[in-house]
């Protein structure tokens, strides 16, 4: 979904497609110069974080995430943050785009907030 285009910008919804972007982007020392310092942000860590914000200031009593079934390094990424295989899917076209139903085959990972909590105290 486009919210704003002009002849040199397009602003857009994130798609599961800009994950490896945005990491590559984050791991660039010179993009996160006045972020962080220069100081890459590991995948891991932006995942952590927020999953402490969705349960501590949001209160959600489960989160969830997904991505596409080839996508074994965000699965990693699920996995190490606590949060468990849960299912199959298929996006449907209007998430992902015009592409075969192989392409568009994804997982759902998920965690409670007590299994966080549990994970936190270990």
Not at 57 to 72: C, F, T
Request: charged share 30%.
């Amino acid at each position: 979904m486009v919210l704003l285009e002009t002849a040199r910008l397009r602003l857009r919804q994130f798609t599961p497609d800009d994950v490896d972007r945005l990491v590559e982007l984050d791991s660039d020392p010179e993009v996160m110069r006045y972020v962080t310092f220069g100081a890459p942000t590991p995948r891991d860590q932006g995942a952590a974080a927020l999953l402490e914000h969705g349960f501590r200031r949001v209160g959600a009593d489960k989160i969830s995430a997904r991505a596409l079934a080839g996508n074994a390094a965000s699965q990693a990424v699920m996995g190490k943050c606590g949060l468990r295989y849960e299912t199959d899917f298929v996006y449907p076209e209007d998430v992902i785009g015009v592409r075969s139903v192989a392409e568009r085959a994804a997982v759902k990972y998920s965690i409670t907030r007590s299994q966080w909590q549990t994970g936190r105290k270990a």
